[in-house]
């Protein structure tokens, strides 16, 4: 199924159509009392939207089929609506409102990395602009050019698993590969990435290359380019094959140049990624800590010092107070959620529990952490059913050092509060941790107003310059997008940026890779 739900044009402006999430009567009680809540317009159909005509002449169509197909290269409205926006709030919002600001004016499938190096090459001679498409998931203004003449480049095609080499745990898989499809064909050889994001029902292995994605389970498996052993890469002047071995002194590490790049350098076609044996057995737990200050000092030692469990996600005060309303649950304090897995895991959860016990955690049992996992890709689906209820729920992201997070974390929800003085929940977590420091989750939910977008702009903004402030990263796993381009360039430095720059004009003379995105 497609991430809009093709099966259903109903419900196409959503996050999604595989589950009909609702907010639980505490919960929607809980937002009455504390936001002013007003009935939601009505979704315009989807086959009410309006799109120009695709104006790309029948010489460039025609170019186009000669590579992929007569049915691959598709202009029908559905189709170029379908592939105009990404998932954010604010991408849901307009087109719930049949506001699609600009469209492709064709969506291109092709089969295989020789199909899109064709593909870019005519796009590059022609000047048409050219935006990579797997899931369609991006939350920050990446599948939204500054460009009008331009094409979807639909990698959905690209669906295969290459190869496994069992002997060195490494498996080659093409772009367009969701990640379900992607976890079941390497189970049926005894592996696994255990690379679980929130967007993994319908992300694209290229699209966690492209943006640097991070799991949940990330504390034990890695983020997505820590698993990256190679890839493969088409350019409008032709073709980039990076990573030959498990490391090298052969000069700069050139597959950095492509991860996280958001196609805007090139078009990832294949990657391949370092696997693990499929784990025998999973273990989810919940933890009480008095304080998110509390709960983050044991949460570094942890990451620190060992054990390291797969999974560590810490709520502050106010996430685990929402999550316990809807819940049921009433705990109070901060809610840590800790996750194992691997052949044998009980001597990892007892010495894991020492730490815990011997830093002021109180244990809350197995059904915690389980109706965690169980509910563990709920978020998205609650935003749409917020939409629904008349309230407006976004989120945003950034990565510190250990010593910055406290400072990071009240600034940035200080930040937010003082943007929407009118009322609004800030919600807050720890999701992925590093020797080092960790990254920073937030939700915010809050009343739409007449302009929720604008109001949302103005907070975004405050929240990045709080970020910016302190010193912590602009995104952690979000990516830059649109959205973070002005702040991702003040964060490099002009140098750095010329640089970037320098790079995509030898890559893309043309500049036809996905104009205004990531590159300042």
Request: aromatic share 6%; proline share 6%; with cysteine.
């Amino acid at each position: 199924m497609d991430v809009r739900g093709e099966a259903s044009t109903a419900g196409w402006a959503r996050w999604g159509t595989a589950k009909d999430v609702k907010l639980p009567d505490s919960a929607s009680r809980l937002l009455a009392q504390v936001l002013e809540l007003t009935p939601p317009p009505s979704v315009v159909a989807l086959a009410a939207v309006a799109v120009p005509d695709c104006e790309l002449d029948g010489a460039v169509l025609d170019a186009l089929r000669q590579v992929v197909g007569d049915g691959h290269v598709i202009t029908t409205q559905e189709a170029r609506v379908r592939h105009a926006s990404g998932m954010s709030t604010p991408d849901l919002l307009r087109e719930r409102h049949g506001d699609v600001r600009r469209a492709p004016q064709a969506v291109i499938r092709p089969a295989d990395h020789r199909q899109v190096v064709s593909v870019l090459d005519i796009c590059s001679r022609l000047g048409v602009a050219v935006v990579p498409f797997g899931g369609g998931t991006s939350v920050v203004g990446g599948l939204t050019p500054a460009a009008t003449r331009y094409v979807a480049l639909d990698l959905g095609r690209l669906n295969q698993l290459l190869a496994v080499d069992p002997v060195s745990r490494t498996a080659t898989l093409q772009a367009g590969l969701r990640a379900p499809q992607a976890t079941e064909l390497l189970a049926e050889h005894g592996f696994t990435l255990g690379h679980v994001p929130q967007s993994y029902e319908y992300a694209t292995i290229g699209g966690f290359a492209a943006t640097r994605s991070s799991g949940q389970a990330s504390a034990g498996y890695g983020r997505f380019d820590d698993m990256v052993m190679g890839l493969t890469v088409a350019t409008p002047r032709g073709t980039v094959r990076a990573g030959r071995a498990p490391a090298s002194a052969a000069g700069p590490d050139l597959r950095q140049l492509f991860l996280g790049s958001e196609g805007t350098l090139g078009v990832i076609t294949d990657v391949t990624v370092r696997v693990r044996p499929l784990p025998a057995r999973s273990h989810y737990e919940g933890w009480r800590f008095e304080s998110f200050a509390d709960g983050l000092h044991a949460v570094r030692r942890l990451a620190q010092d060992g054990p390291r469990p797969t999974l560590l996600r810490l709520s502050d005060e106010i996430e685990t107070m929402i999550g316990a309303a809807g819940s049921g649950r009433s705990e109070g304090g901060c809610l840590l959620v800790v996750g194992y897995e691997g052949e044998e895991v009980l001597p990892t959860v007892e010495a894991t529990a020492d730490v815990l016990a011997a830093h002021g955690g109180v244990p809350l049992g197995e059904e915690a952490g389980q109706q965690w996992a169980r509910h563990r890709f709920d978020a998205p689906y609650l935003r749409d059913a917020l939409l629904d209820a008349g309230a407006f729920a976004e989120t945003l992201e950034t990565a510190a050092y250990w010593s910055a997070l406290p400072e990071v974390h009240g600034r940035v929800r200080q930040a937010i509060l003082d943007a929407l003085p009118d009322g609004a929940l800030v919600l807050g977590h720890v999701s992925h941790v590093y020797e080092t420091g960790a990254s920073l989750y937030f939700t915010v939910i809050c009343s739409p107003g007449s302009d929720p977008i604008g109001r949302w702009r103005t907070a975004k903004a405050a929240a990045s310059e709080a970020i910016a402030a302190t010193g912590a990263t602009i995104s952690h796993h979000h990516g830059v997008g649109a959205d973070h381009r002005a702040w991702y360039a003040a964060e490099i430095g002009d140098v750095a940026v010329d640089l970037l720059r320098a790079v995509k004009q030898q890559l893309d003379p043309a500049g036809i890779l996905n104009p205004g995105i990531l590159v300042p």
